[in-house]
């Protein structure tokens, strides 16, 4: 079934093998545990790991299902939630995030809030701090926090999210926010996952749109985790070079030979390395809800993750803006490929 929706691209994804950076280069999904114990993160971290790690479909795979609805903020409630206006009450979210056997829920602090002592305790939370608020004018793009750790603390959240802007006007700001922010939630026994969303207009050329390049997400994937995010968020990358062509950074076209090539497994595998060889999880955005392609899109996502060495896929719009029980489906789609081990890493 995963392979008649992958189409034509079946063979080429599932047979692939990385041969720069190999599969036995980097550390695999499921040692997460042997990670953090050596690390400076306080045991407490490690029991709210535990918690999204051991929590449904994929609970103790290594890998994760994550729901992530914070769009009515970022792209406005009404055009996020038209198509099921039952979304505007968050509750459906968390409700929907446990139907469908998620590992965790992200949302908003006023959403997760509100039901917090019905369902912090079924289902590990994940509080986003920061948003990119679109009622300004002229639009303008920079996150700004909208809460607090110790909130999310407060509430039973498991963990905290927060995007930072890489290449931003407003980085540095971000960088610096979200840092403190990252280590106050640690010291509160919270883990830590980060959007790493590059946003630049000249990153975006006539020919090419650079913001999903693997070199400049790479890039902010290992930025993301020297402030110690425990989980990275990222798109998946469609192209590279984005130093070279932009004529920007520090590169040669040396680095691009040695670490990757064109295939979209290998590019994935750059993202991948950047978060320390895998010691860090990758989850992929599932992007965007096209239609009746948003299966195949999905699926498709989840295996290029897999087999580059990622820990899953953080999913919102394809499985929102359908009806509840489509909604449940595809997101076990995507689970399934996770629980496929006919799908090795490549």
């Given at each position: 079934m995963i392979a008649q929706y992958l189409g034509n691209d079946?063979?080429?994804?599932?047979e692939h093998i990385c041969g720069k950076i190999t599969a036995q280069d980097i550390v695999h999904p499921g040692n997460w545990q042997q990670t953090f114990i050596e690390s400076n993160r306080p045991a407490p971290v490690l029991n709210s790991l535990a918690r999204i790690y051991g929590q449904g479909r994929l609970a103790n795979t290594g890998y994760v299902s994550i729901l992530p609805v914070d769009q009515g903020i970022e792209h406005t409630a009404a055009y996020s939630f038209y198509k099921n206006p039952l979304y505007f009450d968050p509750e459906n979210i968390v409700k929907l995030a446990i139907e469908a056997g998620c590992n965790a829920v992200a949302s908003t602090i006023g959403g997760l809030g509100l039901h917090a002592r019905k369902y912090a305790h079924k289902i590990p939370y994940v509080v986003k701090l920061n948003h990119n608020e679109l009622l300004t004018y002229?639009?303008?793009?920079?996150?700004?926090?909208f809460g607090s750790v110790q909130d999310a603390w407060n509430m039973g959240a498991a963990a905290v999210g927060a995007t930072i802007y890489f290449g931003s006007e407003q980085s540095n700001r971000q960088i610096e926010e979200i840092a403190a922010a990252f280590e106050e939630a640690h010291s509160l026994g919270m883990a830590t996952i980060?959007?790493?969303?590059?946003?630049?207009?000249?990153?975006?050329?006539?020919?090419?749109d650079y913001h999903t390049a693997a070199d400049l997400t790479g890039q902010a994937n290992h930025i993301g985790v020297t402030i110690q995010a425990d989980i990275i968020k990222q798109k998946l990358p469609d192209t590279n070079y984005g130093f070279r062509d932009l004529k920007f950074g520090v590169y040669n076209?040396?680095?691009?030979d040695a670490l990757t090539t064109a295939h979209p497994i290998d590019l994935c595998r750059f993202q991948v390395a950047n978060c320390y060889m895998?010691?860090?999880?990758l989850i992929n955005s599932g992007g965007g809800s096209a239609g009746e392609s948003d299966m195949a899109e999905a699926i498709k996502t989840a295996v290029i993750n897999k087999r580059a060495g990622g820990t899953g896929l953080i999913m919102g719009r394809k499985a929102f803006q359908r009806p509840f029980k489509d909604g449940v489906e595809l997101i076990h789609a995507v689970q399934d490929v996770y629980l496929d081990k006919t799908i090795t890493i490549a």
């Open positions: 079946a063979a080429s994804l599932l002229p639009v303008k793009y920079d996150q700004i926090l980060l959007w790493c969303y590059t946003r630049n207009p000249a990153f975006k050329t006539p020919e090419m076209d040396a680095m691009y895998g010691k860090i999880g």
